[in-house]
């Protein structure tokens, strides 16, 4: 025999996401500040500040920074690569979970060096003390006979994405683009 079922049985009385997040953009923290924007610090211990940069230098997503080709030498006797963390934040209204992605776009860096991306994406939406879990690193060229390193004219480009998700979907922010400039 059939019960009636009454009409409120089974409803939830939250409502769901009403689409996925909206308001999502990477900046420097969750409010004010610097939207669509990033901060970079060498993380090696070397005294390694060219390629530092904070989010007020970014024009829109882009930043362009100009790193003198003689400041690598620090890293003689300190260490064989460079390690640059980025710090963020992903604002984002109705996100339940979040995830950053760190990727290289390309890279041309002379005397055997080569740009990877280390560690694991965070999934924190703020990755403002932390860092984003992928970090830029630059392993140096040379061997025994002493390190080498990037030259004027050399280049590398980065994107660091980050995506806001709910029940009903997923949001991505404006990537912002990263590019390091060799200079004399």
Do not use: H
Not at 96 to 116: A, F
Not at 131 to 152: K, S
């Amino acid at each position: 025999m059939a019960y009636p079922v009454p009409m409120w049985a089974g409803v939830s009385k939250e409502a769901p996401p009403s689409g996925p997040p909206t308001g999502v953009s990477i900046a420097t923290s969750s409010s004010g500040n610097y939207n669509n924007a990033t901060d970079g610090v060498d993380t090696t211990g070397c005294s390694f500040t060219a390629m530092n940069y904070d989010g007020s230098l970014w024009l829109f997503n882009s930043l362009i920074v100009n790193v003198p080709e003689n400041d690598f030498s620090v890293f003689n006797g300190c260490s064989a690569a460079g390690y640059l963390q980025i710090y963020a934040y992903l604002r984002a209204t109705g996100a339940t979970s979040y995830l950053w992605d760190l990727s290289i776009v390309s890279q041309s860096l002379s005397n055997g060096c080569i740009g990877t991306i280390a560690g694991t994406a965070s999934t924190s939406q703020d990755a403002t003390s932390s860092g984003i879990g992928e970090a830029l690193q630059i392993i140096w060229g040379g061997g025994r006979g002493g390190l080498l390193f990037p030259l004027a004219g050399d280049q590398i480009v980065l994107d660091i994405e980050a995506d806001a998700t709910n029940g009903s979907g997923t949001t991505s922010a404006v990537k912002c683009r990263l590019t390091y400039d060799i200079v004399p």
